[in-house]
């Protein structure tokens, strides 16, 4: 089992005219663990990078 910090982008705290930058978004880390239980439907994945379209960014609340 290995623990790690997985970030969260929360909520964006600014209305974002040009490219959206990291002080922009409300940003939470916690730390979780990585153990998979054998014959579990569990799944971890890794998301390396998140894309959203311009016209979108301003549209988002949470």
Do not use: C, W
Request: proline share 3%; glycine share 2%; charged share 25%.
């Amino acid at each position: 089992m290995e623990m790690i910090d997985n970030k969260q982008f929360v909520t964006i705290k600014t209305h974002i005219e040009d490219a959206p930058q990291e002080y922009m978004f409300e940003i939470r880390t916690q730390t979780i663990s990585t153990l998979v239980l054998r014959g579990s439907n569990d799944v971890i994945v890794k998301a390396l990078y998140f894309s959203i379209d311009p016209y979108q960014i301003n549209r988002i609340t949470i």
